[in-house]
């Protein structure tokens, strides 16, 4: 049962001969998941006569208030402005739940009545007073590798990890600069009697799946929370920060993802610094270079803070999704953010689609080229065994990948829009510059540009096209041409 979805669906809910029977209280569903890991769904209910209310905790990381909750004769129906519908059929001192998906099909679960509190947060842990970490020195240029979660979700294991490595090296993604192969969520298990963390079943040696990663001349990354679950509510790294840390550089972890999700429940938007510090400083005395990677949806604005938390790189936006309307209105607008991008420290507009057959080719293109000109770190989150050639020369064009690991390190700027054609602009070390020419229009446009428009009093002296990988002709008064739809024109200036 896919629950994630649950967190960002339509609730609904009913209950046949639901005016006989007394809902009232807590009741859990469990939720088997590969890696011999289980679950729980929580619906906390309150039934006042004819009307219902309550809350949803989805795997003791997210509520989800009822709203609009009343009963209907003998079926009771209930919901949020979610989209998935649950009914629930009383069944002796048991509820029988159908859970239909919008679009994704139904199952059946049990839920059994439990004490209320087993659905409630732990207590809260006081946070430490706000004091800068050190910088670490990592990430001079945005990190590059890949990332399960966009493909693989819960699915992801120690073969696919293998795998994956294999897949790098084998393509010359790892020669191009993407060294990094970071596990999302859902790869742990429970504690041991010492409060260790231990991988669940689909991870049955995580030391020696860095090992392997590691002799291939990659970097292994894996994912937390501050709060006591993660997103997919497996176990976090609420109260257990310096242990964690400690345990991941005995595995020779070098890159954590470090997620908010459940620490919401406990801690408001005004606890982001120190919550985040607090596993900074754990990583800063673990002995071992690890990448700090913020992933806070872009909340606290982030960008002002981060640096001094520890953290290399912070998301700017909630998840992305593969398709042309979430990538574009992600990417476009990220140039305020600009001020904030330098070594060691980057706007990180999450990772990449590429490749997951959400976009056509062109607006795979088009999503490259705009995070390269934002210095975006770049993280593959296709299958990278089976891809195509396609999408292996998008994600391999070593003239755009350049751009986006420039050492001058500043993330390009939007210079104008009009028509939706967007000019974005990146200065570059040498003292040439990136020029990207998107169009946004659903049909292709013919494009004038004056190099006045491009910030500059004279013709360059070069121009190349860094998909087409040529030298362009330099007219005295600028460049014309058409754009297709979705497309860029990128270039580079001398």
């Known amino acids: 049962m896919n629950l994630r979805i649950v967190a960002c669906l339509l609730l609904a809910l009913s209950a046949t001969r639901a005016a006989a029977a007394d809902l009232s209280g807590t009741w859990r569903i469990d ?5 011999g890991v289980t679950l729980h769904t929580y619906f906390v209910l309150r039934q006042h006569g004819a009307e219902l209310d309550g809350k949803v905790v989805i795997h003791g990381g997210v509520d989800l208030p009822l709203r609009k909750a009343h009963l209907e004769g003998a079926d009771g129906v209930f919901g949020t402005d979610w989209n ?11 509820l029988r739940v159908t859970i239909s998906y919008s679009g994704h099909g139904s199952e059946e679960a049990t839920a059994v009545r439990v004490p209320e509190a087993e659905a409630n947060p732990p207590p809260v842990i006081p946070l430490p007073a706000l004091e800068p970490v050190p910088a670490n020195g990592l990430a001079p240029t945005p990190p590059m590798g890949w990332n399960s979660w966009n493909h693989f979700g819960d699915r992801v294991d120690d073969q696919i990890v293998r795998e994956t490595a294999d897949a790098l090296v084998r393509t010359g993604l790892a020669a191009a600069g993407y060294v990094y192969v970071n596990i999302d969520d859902t790869w742990e298990g429970a504690r041991d009697a010492q409060g260790n963390i231990v991988p669940n079943t689909k991870f049955p040696d995580m030391k020696a799946l860095a090992d392997y990663v590691h002799q291939r001349g990659l970097k292994l990354g894996i994912y937390s929370s501050p709060g006591p679950k993660t997103c997919g509510g497996y176990e976090g790294s609420y109260g257990h920060e310096e242990q964690d840390a400690q345990t991941f550089a005995g595995w020779g972890i070098d890159y954590l993802k470090y ?6 429940r406990l801690y408001p938007d005004s606890a982001l610094p120190a919550g985040y510090q607090k596993m900074g400083r754990a990583l800063a005395r673990s002995g071992r270079p690890i990448v700090y990677s913020l992933c806070e949806y872009g909340m606290g604005d982030v960008w002002k803070w981060g640096p001094q938390v ?4 912070w998301r700017t936006t909630g998840d992305i999704q593969d398709n042309w309307a979430s990538m574009s209105e992600i990417g476009f607008n990220q140039s305020r953010l600009a001020p904030y991008a330098g070594p060691g420290h980057w706007n990180d507009p999450d990772m990449l689609e590429v490749g997951n ?21 770049l993280m593959a989150g296709n299958d990278l ?4 050639a396609e999408t292996l020369a998008i994600l391999s064009n070593r003239e755009v990948i350049a751009l986006d690991q420039d050492v001058l390190g500043r993330q390009g700027e939007r210079l104008s829009s009009r028509d939706a054609i967007e000019i974005w602009t990146k200065p570059l070390h040498d003292g040439g510059r990136a020029i990207g020419v998107f169009n946004r229009n ?12 491009l910030g500059r009093s004279a013709p360059p002296k070069t121009l190349r096209d860094l998909w087409q990988h040529r030298d362009l002709p330099v007219a005295a008064d600028g460049w014309s041409g058409t754009i297709l739809a979705h497309d860029v024109l990128l270039l580079r200036v001398q």
């Open 31 to 35: 939720v088997p998941r590969r890696g």
């Open 442 to 453: 659903d049909t292709a446009k013919a494009v004038q540009l004056a190099w006045k428009e």
């Open 385 to 388: 065994r089976t891809m195509s």
């Open 84 to 94: 998935t519908d649950y009914r629930l059929h009383p069944d002796g001192d048991r």
């Open 259 to 264: 997620d908010w999700c459940s620490a919401g």
């Open 357 to 377: 057959g959400g976009m056509t080719t062109t607006e795979y293109r088009t999503h490259f080229s705009l995070w390269c000109l934002l210095a975006a770190p």
């Open 310 to 313: 520890g953290g290399n790189l």
